[in-house]
């Protein structure tokens, strides 16, 4: 009988490490969808619905016989009355919230319209958004536009349009088929590259087999990346594309490669992550630094053009698309400041508005009989003869003909509201916020405060809008906010409590056998910038990434702060109660990363738990 060896010992060890592991990331991901079990079925109810309603079709039928219609005539009509009934009760669709579907709207427009405009797409059943601006096209006319950077569905669209060519369908048509290939090809492929690399770097940089499987069963089932797996998003893809830079810098800086590709590859997908994630530029900002210092021929021949290319197409398709180079994000707020009107133009407005109700009601009256007189002076009323008066004694010229003055309350900057109007053509459009007693005249450039549907709906960020969620109103308290983000029901480390090991991770990179201190100093600088970042913005920016499954904001640093765990995992691994609080870290992590089963656009397990309690 042959007695086991210590070889023997340490690969059964090893075996039951990885047993424990996957019994810890099933139980935690079977944890999740118990907490979210509800007997919600949409396929069941638009059945329902749907042959509810079908059963009028003979109803329907008798009605179009008693008006003699009758053989192939009868049939068309009672295949439209079908289709009418299948589209209003049609609930399913593949994109899932206001946010992707945005995109997917963009994407829509490029290759079905050939135009960034998305008026066409919005009012077709189940493409609905909030996330769109409204401003004058090149000719005057205003447009809707989505409000997402302009370069990643771009890209998209390419895939797209090649699918479009292939099969003749639009995803209008076969949301579901094309809309889940695309998912596939554009998040799940991208995803499992960034794995695969990852895997490379943590057999590289690691020195435990226990370590280096818990990293990669954290990579692969314990990030916030899982859930956004399900839509379009930037998110995710910064991730891969922050994966990709960071194993090329990794080659440079630490293997002393001087290829010409890993420049190109650093350069080429560090600029594309910040043109998608735009806080990203900080890690942008300091790789391209420490390139440029450590080897400053190739990064000038190789890292510097590629990032170029990139921002030469985020501008381009940007100025395509709004006019401007700057986002559409950028655009929420008062322009130059023009000067004080020195009449009440409110007078005006209210007794011109008057005034032309009266005309056109008597000219209704009049059923169609001309009065030359009456439409001369609805005519004068409606180019506002005497607010371009008073908004030329400023040197304001409005040279388009009908004049447009909506009453909304407007921005003046990012934290002050004002009442006022927006006035103009098509040849220019101006803010007047009543300021005091003075009427102050602003070049007009809010986009996010809009009418659509020929003025019978309003846009959802209009401080008008009181069926805005409470969640999108921002969050008053900086100090409150910052703890919610970091230790409360949107926190990094309360829902994906893994990254304390990344914490002390950081350190031991900067001061332990591996001695990256450079890297170390990266993951750390740019994770707290990009957290001040957000931290200090405007109090209604303050939102945890709306209703999401965390602060999605900050997701993309999963493949750097993955990066820094490695030295933790290590060192835990060589005592049992510290494997044991690390499976409790990723037990928790991978319940946050897979309670929200269906979408990510819902809110984290902790936000229902301490609303269910009432503590928030």
Known sequence: MNLPTSEDHARAQLRRGVYLLLIVVSTGAMTARIMTVNEIDKLARESFRTKEALKKKGQEQQKLEEKGITGE??????????????????????????NDRSRWCMVRALVEHGTYEIDEITVERGWNTIDMVKH????????????????????????????????????????????????????????????????????????SDWGRMFVMAAASFGTLLVPFSLAFNNHLIAAVCATIM???????????????????????????????????????????????WKQTRPALLGFVPAALLVVVAALATQYIAHGV???????????????????????????????????QKAINRKRGEMDDEMIAQLKRLKEGTEIREALAEIDVELAGSALVAEKL???????????????????????????GDKLSVYEWNDWYEYTFNKGTKRSYWSEENKNRAAIDRGEKSKA???????????????????????????????????????????????TLVVFAFYMFRPAEDRNYGGTSSGLRWMIWFTPLWLIAMIPAADVASRWRPSRGICYLLLTLSVLSAHYPSWKPWQHPWLWNLMQYVEWI
């Open 480 to 526: 409150v906010y910052a703890l919610h983000c970091l230790v409360g029901h949107h926190g990094i480390f309360s829902l994906t409590p893994v990254w304390l090991l990344s914490v002390v991770g950081v350190v031991l990179l900067a001061r332990g056998r591996l001695s990256m201190w450079e890297l170390a100093l990266l993951i750390a600088v740019t």
């Open 409 to 435: 309350v407007r921005r003046k900057t990012r934290s002050d509201l004002f009442e006022g109007w927006v006035i103009g053509d098509g040849a220019g459009r101006y803010s007047i916020f009543i300021e």
């Open 325 to 359: 180079f700057s986002p559409a994000y950028a655009h929420r707020k008062a322009g130059e400041h023009r000067g004080d009107l020195k009449v009440d133009i409110r007078e005006i407005l209210d007794r011109n508005a008057k005034q032309r109700a009266d005309l």
């Open 73 to 98: 005539e009868l049939e068309r009509e009672l295949t439209k009355f079908e289709d009418k009934v299948r589209k209003r009760y049609k609930e399913q669709r593949p994109f899932l919230s206001g």
């Open 246 to 292: 960071i194993h090329a810098v990794l080659r440079i800086w630490y293997d002393d490669q001087r290829g010409l590709h890993w420049f190109v590859l650093a350069g080429l997908f560090g600029a594309l992550m910040a043109a998608i994630e735009l806080p990203a530029l900080s890690v942008l900002a300091m790789v391209a630094a420490g390139l440029l």
């Open 136 to 207: 004058p096209n090149r000719d005057g006319e205003d447009r809707l536009y989505s409000s997402k950077p302009t370069l990643l569905p771009t890209i998209v669209a390419g895939e797209y349009w090649v699918i479009h060519r292939l099969t003749g369908y639009t995803l209008g048509e076969k949301p579901f088929v094309i809309g889940r290939f695309m998912l596939v090809t554009i998040n799940v492929i991208p995803l499992m590259i960034a794995l695969l690399l990852l895997a490379k770097i943590v057999e590289r940089y690691g020195t």
